[in-house]
């Protein structure tokens, strides 16, 4: 018995191993091509920290966001959430004076109830979550607006702590703590991974599928507020689009999300976002400095996070991909 357990220990060990000397090879390579290619504006330890503290924000988001996709589920309203969760925060603390506690509250409260609007609706509906997501994405692009009155909105430098060192650090190992318990730690947590392995099987051990998964929309979407105060404190402002013009931000922490979901064989998917962000800023910034075209830098960004994803993601013959 003793050895058996010891057995798996070991295994499991060496899988978190093999996952974090995958995910370092991918930051060091990531790094070394640029590096060579623009040597004297790409990299230095400076450049790096910059790239790092600007992959926390999407990190913040996207671990909230794992508990929505390793469920099979998936979020089109990312953007939409964070651009009305990070206005109403900013209304909240410069408008009527309430200061942090105002956007702090304002955001997470904002994100987790554009969350359980998602939830609800996709549980009731009984339609795609793609699709019910698109439709939550435009009302509360449209709200966003309307509350805004058109006009940028702007986070005074007074209250902008968590737009740099050592803010946004705080509050995002504060994120990632909270997800790491609930994820490992709590009965969510575990029901979160027993529907995403089998919805039929967790239906008959009787689980509440319904319940849980409007529940990881609510944890998802408040994370998104998380990530809303972290954008707003870093660019200082926000502006409030419609027509869809939110769903570029959905792209970043979405990204991530996939790491989570490619290294969750090692037992470590939360660390694989956190690092793989780093990865997608590191390339980000790469193309920057080569003053790559934007469509040129979305081309190849996109390609090379589809060979990262395929490379470390391997279906077992016969496994089902959602």
């Known amino acids: 018995m003793d050895t058996s357990v010891a057995v798996k220990e070991k295994k499991g060990m060496s899988g978190y191993c093999k996952g974090y000397l995958i995910l370092l090879f991918l930051v060091v390579i990531s790094w070394a091509v640029f ?17 790092f503290q600007a992959s926390l924000i999407a990190a913040t988001g996207a671990v909230g966001f794992y508990f929505v996709m390793v469920m099979g589920m998936f979020d089109f309203s990312i953007g939409a959430n964070i651009m009305l969760s990070a206005i109403v925060g900013c209304k909240l603390a410069v408008t009527y004076g309430t200061g942090y506690p105002g956007l702090v509250i304002g955001c997470i409260v904002t994100g987790a ?45 007074g209250l ?19 997800a790491y318990i609930i994820l490992n730690y709590t009965k969510i947590g575990t029901y979160t991974y027993a529907i995403g392995s089998n ?3 967790a239906k008959n051990m009787g689980i509440k599928v319904n319940l849980y998964k409007v529940l990881a929309f609510i944890i998802s979407g408040a994370f998104f507020g998380l990530m809303a ?20 931000r959905n792209f970043i922490p979405t990204m ?16 694989a976002i956190i690092i793989g962000e780093f990865v997608i800023n590191i390339i980000f910034y790469g193309f920057i400095a080569l003053g790559a075209p934007t469509a040129i830098q979305d081309v190849i960004t996109g390609l090379a996070l589809l060979i990262i994803i395929t490379v470390t993601t391997r279906v077992n013959k016969g496994e089902i991909v959602k």
């Open 35 to 51: 590096k060579v290619a623009t040597p004297h504006n790409f990299g230095s330890p400076s450049n790096l920290l910059q790239y």
């Open 113 to 157: 109830i554009v969350g359980a609007i998602n939830g609800l609706l996709y549980v009731k509906l009984h339609i795609p979550s793609m699709i019910v997501t698109t439709g939550v994405a435009l009302v509360a692009e449209s709200v966003a607006n309307y509350i805004a009155g058109g006009v940028e909105q702007t986070l005074p430098s």
């Open 160 to 178: 902008r702590a968590f737009g740099k060192v050592p803010g946004d650090i705080i509050l995002a190992i504060v994120a990632f703590v909270v």
């Open 199 to 201: 919805e039929a099987v």
């Open 229 to 248: 105060i972290l954008t707003i404190s870093y660019g200082s402002s926000m502006v409030a689009v419609t027509g869809m013009g939110s769903m570029s």
């Open 256 to 271: 991530g999300c996939f790491f989570g979901l490619a290294f969750k064989k090692y037992g470590m998917p939360l660390p």
